[in-house]
């Protein structure tokens, strides 16, 4: 590695702070690195493996051993007050000299429920928490990150100085950037802190599903029957659009992070990653982002509508003109697109918010999407946070209106959906920010493999086509969690 580190000034009331960097020179995959912080405290990899061609998968991040720690369960006081009192009080660094967007500061996880907290109306009773009562948030105060440039094949260690009351000192970023480098260094083995091998406890997952080994919160004919309710509840006036999941479950044959390199190859997505919370373990293979920010502008991308990859260029281009063409996944996309304007105009200047794509095809490798694109400009007296909070979570999957969509969900699913259509990502000392929202994931848990498949419910919806959509989108994690014995 090279020997050589340097120093960049922040322009913040804090002149005297100032980010330690050193290169790593060229690195195919963090992968590498990933093993070598096995063993450290809530290891977090942002990892973009497909899309390198925009800027939301240009970098992938690594990091580890937060110097801050907030946590909280659904059974604690509200942590929302401390994230945003963190925001509030994050040093900012200047990036004139080209900085990845995240170079520390807060990173982490905003489960599903941690709405809960914003919104008490959409809250599920305490008998549905199971054994354990589920997380509501996970934010780590990083002082350091390894990022992977894509475009050049670089990465950077970055070291911003930070303790556990977010003040920045040189020094110590100095002396903690060099002792990461002595850990990268080394090559002693590290071990993984956690295994397939816990003992599994109760779950309200009990039905045996079409697939073997995996269940379910729902059987066939009860989803399908709850996608039939929702409808009639539209028809009704109740909603326009409500996202219904089911929940599966499959034994752990493998650790946390064996399974994560097999979903990244077989589901590579610009917003995949991978978190260490001790107690679980999150793995996403995410496409959708949630907010990114850059400058204090806004973009958000929602995802409505899903055809599967076939192998076959000809098929899959029909496919993908079936879903541009299909009047029920545009309304469906439409819908949310008002939604977002709406949220983003809460935290953003009202003259700003505005949608610059509609309805727009991508591919990924086992589904094709109808995604769209809506920009606003952060209001100067607002947080990211409170941005987060404003909008959170994401409207793609919960529906419209969202309250309501929200506690259609609550009753029919009946159970917390966890990290599964929640946020994970980062607030960085350089004013950038960045969350995906929560699909394709799974969490590792008392020797469990759990992830959550749904659809958006519309009133053109077909109950059993919504059914089967959740199987397609389960196929890419099926076969991470299967592998082909050799």
């Avoid at 580890?64 to 942590?79: F, I, K, N, Q």
């Avoid at 009562?133 to 440039?149: H, K, N, Q, R, S």
């Avoid at 999407?369 to 919960?398: M, Q, W, Y």
Wanted: charged content about 25%; aromatic content about 6%; proline content about 6%.
């Amino acid at each position: 590695m090279p020997e050589t580190a340097s120093n960049h000034s922040s322009t913040n009331d804090k002149p005297e702070t100032s980010l330690w960097t050193h290169p790593l020179g060229q690195v195919a995959d963090l992968d590498v690195l990933f093993k070598q912080l096995a063993g450290l405290e809530h290891r977090l990899w942002l990892d973009s493996v497909s899309d390198h061609e925009h800027d939301r998968g240009r970098y992938s991040f690594l990091t580890a051993d937060p110097v801050g720690w907030l946590h909280a369960t659904l059974l604690d006081p509200d942590p929302w007050p401390q994230f945003h009192q963190w925001c509030s009080r994050l040093p900012l660094f200047s990036n004139d000299a080209g900085l990845p967007p995240f170079c520390g500061g807060l990173a982490g996880l905003v489960p599903y429920e941690a709405a809960w907290w914003l919104e008490p109306s959409v809250r599920m009773p305490e008998t549905s928490f199971g054994d354990h009562p589920p997380l509501g948030m996970a934010i780590g105060i990083y002082d350091w990150t390894i990022a992977l440039d894509h475009s050049t094949g670089k990465a950077t260690l970055i070291c911003n100085g930070l303790n556990d009351s977010l003040d920045a000192d040189p020094e110590r970023a100095r002396v903690r950037g060099e002792s990461i480098l002595q850990r990268l260094r080394s090559t002693t083995p590290r071990s993984i802190s956690n295994s397939a091998s816990e003992t599994p406890t109760s779950e309200p997952t009990i039905f045996e599903t079409r697939e073997a080994g995996v269940r379910s919160n729902f059987d066939s004919e009860r989803y399908v029957a709850a996608v039939a309710e929702i409808i009639d509840r539209i028809g009704a006036g109740d909603s326009f659009q409500v996202n219904l999941a089911q929940t599966l479950t499959h034994e752990a044959t493998d650790s946390a992070e064996g399974l994560y390199r097999r979903l990244r190859q077989s589901n590579p997505a610009p917003y995949a990653a991978f978190f260490d919370l001790g107690s679980e373990q999150i793995l996403s293979s995410s496409p959708e982002g949630f907010l990114q920010i850059r400058d204090r502008h806004v973009v958000t991308r929602p995802i409505k509508g899903t055809v599967p990859r076939t192998g076959d260029e000809i098929e899959d281009e029909r496919l993908a003109q079936v879903l541009g063409g299909s009047a029920k996944d545009r309304a469906e996309n439409i819908m949310i697109v008002d939604l977002m304007r709406n949220d983003l105009s809460i935290a953003c200047t009202d003259d700003s918010v505005r949608v610059t794509g509609l309805c727009e095809i991508e591919r990924y490798q086992s589904v094709q999407h109808l995604v769209s694109t809506v920009e606003g400009k952060l209001r100067d007296n607002a947080t990211i946070s409170e941005l987060l909070a404003a909008c959170f979570p994401g409207g793609s999957i919960t529906g419209a209106p969202k309250i309501e969509a929200m506690k259609t969900i609550a009753r029919l699913e009946g159970q917390p959906r966890g990290a599964y259509c929640g946020s994970m990502g980062y607030v960085s000392v350089s004013g950038n920010a960045d969350f995906n929202i929560l699909i394709r994931t799974v969490t590792q848990r008392d020797g469990r493999w759990h992830f959550a498949v749904g659809g958006g419910i519309t009133a053109r919806s077909e109950p059993q086509s919504e059914l089967e959509e959740t199987w397609t989108k389960a196929a890419g994690l099926l076969r991470a969690s299967r592998p082909e014995s050799t």
